[in-house]
């Protein structure tokens, strides 16, 4: 089974309106970590917002929140006010165990997002 | 921001030759990753390192490749006898123990095997 799933290949939106991007994730672990990381066309990765299992409050980084449903197993990531920047691939990946150890993370497939003017 | 230097950002090599890739990691950073990313697919899990010594690794990471921390500051990866399925894009990450643990990956180093 797959770690993370993302299932959307391809997200559009309108400039200024909000996106959800969606995850899924997979995991017997009580302890995990989920991530949101940005690719635009340049290829690097850049960190967006991250999600503890223990967390309670959903995470927030400026525009960017993430919906944690722990029960669902989704962790899925809103973007307010989409900006022309923000068209890139989006990842969401998982970090198995507890913090502070050097486990891998799994990376969904991505899904671009395309903000139109 | 302390950032993740890779080098080079591009390398193109002939089928068989040996490449090394070279990364910078955070200086206080403890731990140390490769990834790849072969073009338009995900990014995959290579190989991880803590403490001078890998602590993890893919099924990707065969005797072809290895990893070194010569002297304290740069991890490399090395590929021994390239294939034209290597091309990819390489992401070294390296991770501290700061509050949301992520990584902070470089830029990378798109790799072509030709």
């Known amino acids: 089974a797959q770690k993370i799933t993302q299932t959307q290949p391809g997200m559009f939106v309108q400039e200024k309106e909000a996106v959800t991007l969606d995850c899924t994730y997979d995991t017997s672990d009580q302890s995990y970590g989920l991530f949101w990381y940005k690719q635009p066309s340049s290829g690097e990765m850049i960190f967006l917002i991250y999600?503890?299992?223990?967390?309670?409050q959903n995470a927030t980084e400026g525009r960017y929140s993430l919906n944690f449903q722990k029960a669902r197993k989704s962790a899925n990531l809103v973007i307010s006010a989409s900006q022309l920047g923000d068209s890139a691939m989006y990842f969401c990946?998982?970090?198995?165990?507890?913090?502070?150890?050097?486990?891998?993370?799994?990376f969904g497939t991505g899904t671009s997002l395309t903000v139109i003017p | 921001e302390p950032e993740v230097t890779q080098t080079p950002s591009h390398q193109v090599t002939q089928m068989g030759q040996e490449v090394i890739l070279r990364c910078v990691p955070i200086s206080n950073h403890l731990y140390f990753y490769w990834y790849r990313q072969i073009l338009g697919q995900k990014v995959e899990f290579l190989v991880s390192?803590?403490?001078?010594?890998?602590?993890?690794k893919s099924e990707i990471f065969d005797d072809q490749f290895s990893v070194e921390r010569p002297d304290g500051s740069n991890f490399t990866l090395k590929i021994r006898s390239t294939k034209l399925e290597d091309s990819a894009m390489y992401f070294c990450?390296?991770?501290?123990?700061?509050?949301?643990?992520?990584?902070?990956f470089g830029s990378g180093t798109r790799l072509t095997v030709v």
């Open positions: 999600q503890g299992s223990y967390d309670e």
């Open positions: 990450a390296s991770r501290g123990q700061g509050v949301h643990y992520g990584y902070t």
């Open positions: 990946a998982m970090r198995e165990g507890i913090p502070n150890t050097g486990n891998q993370f799994y």
């Open positions: 390192f803590y403490n001078n010594e890998i602590s993890e």
